[in-house]
């Protein structure tokens, strides 16, 4: 059966009111179209079948017509040929064909009808099939959108950023703590020999191994200040 029992069902149908119930709208979206192009594809066999049959009724019709004026010409013969009981018997079977012909006439007309339901509930199927594929598209684009910010702020949330945000933190710390030991050096106001200048480059020079090889080993890289 499906999401919907009936043509008349669907072509009544409140799309948007159908998604708003549903836990999840895109799914039902999909199963919506497909029972909506499975029941069009139903609907156009229905059609063709008619069309089919209406075919069927013409081409006899024809024959009928054409039975009919055989037994004409034929009680007209038999009337010149002074035999009006074969005549009447001709215009028995003429008006035989008649009655067939006036019964296949109203099949005809109610096939007819029937066909120009068919036609209305096409094109009103068509109409909500295309809405369907429209809500479909909105849907599926929202749903991209809605995935690609989700992923965003799960990466923000994930912990991996407060990490980084932490060993730049204690980056800063250690370099807090390097400068410190550089600027002891300076206490005191004293005068700075050749050997205490010279001291104060190879503590630097030590200073900036140190720093770079604390980056190198937090996957930080070797950064020039």
Do not use: C
């Amino acid at each position: 059966m499906g999401i919907f029992s009936r043509l008349t069902d669907i072509v009544n149908s409140n799309i948007t009111a159908l998604l708003d119930r549903a836990e999840d709208p895109t799914k039902m979206i999909r199963l919506i179209v497909q029972e909506m192009e499975d029941t069009l594809v139903e609907v156009r066999s229905d059609a063709a079948r008619l069309i089919a049959d209406r075919k069927e009724i013409k081409r006899r019709l024809k024959r009928l017509a054409d039975g009919q004026m055989e037994w004409q010409k034929r009680a007209e013969l038999a009337v010149q040929k002074g035999r009006e009981d074969l005549a009447r018997a001709a215009l028995i079977e003429r008006a035989k064909l008649a009655d067939l012909i006036k019964t296949m006439e109203e099949d005809d007309g109610a096939l007819a009808e029937r066909m120009s339901h068919l036609d209305e509930d096409i094109m009103r199927l068509q109409a909500k099939l295309a809405e369907a594929k429209a809500k479909q598209a909105s849907l599926m684009a929202r749903a991209h959108t809605a995935n690609a910010r989700l992923n965003v702020r799960e990466q923000l949330y994930d912990g991996r950023v407060d990490n980084a945000m932490a060993r730049f933190d204690f980056v800063e710390k250690k370099l807090d703590e390097m400068e410190g030991r550089v600027e002891a050096f300076d206490l005191g106001g004293k005068a700075k020999t050749l050997a205490d200048e010279i001291a104060d480059l190879e503590a630097e020079s030590q200073i900036e191994d140190e720093l770079a090889k604390l980056k190198a080993g937090m996957g930080l890289g070797a950064t020039k200040d």
